[in-house]
């Protein structure tokens, strides 16, 4: 079991950073790939970036691509997302989710935190 609380979100103008953070629980963080998602108001869910086991791998969505950072550090079972020159489009409630690398599924996902981005 793994439970996950995300952190960081907050309002900020275009062209601001914010770094994200998700804490999770529990003594096997570090055999779950982590993702991120993000959802807009009147939109579908959808990807942002993933980070593998170790932190060797990382992939992320062509929206955030050059924009966006995800990291982990397992020894403080935490996985970050900074995100440089947000736009007003990348607005939206991020979550943080565990994959298991077997089956590819997120099993575990976090409440989100909510990200607006506006002047």
């Known amino acids: 079991q793994v439970q996950l609380v995300e952190s960081g979100g907050g309002l900020v103008q275009p062209g601001g950073s914010l770094r994200l953070s998700c804490a999770a629980s529990g003594r096997t963080f570090s055999s779950y790939a982590m993702g991120w998602f993000r959802q807009a108001p009147g939109k579908e869910r959808e990807f942002v970036a993933r980070i593998g086991t170790s932190g060797g791998s990382t992939y992320y969505a062509d929206s955030v691509k050059g924009r966006f950072a995800v990291s982990r550090d397992n020894a403080k079972n935490t996985v970050y997302l900074q995100m440089n020159s947000l736009k007003p489009e990348d607005t939206a409630v991020y979550y943080c989710?565990?994959?298991?690398?077997?089956?590819?599924?997120?099993?575990?996902w976090g409440q989100g935190t909510q990200v607006t981005v506006s002047s």
């Open positions: 989710a565990a994959q298991n690398i077997v089956s590819a599924r997120y099993d575990y």
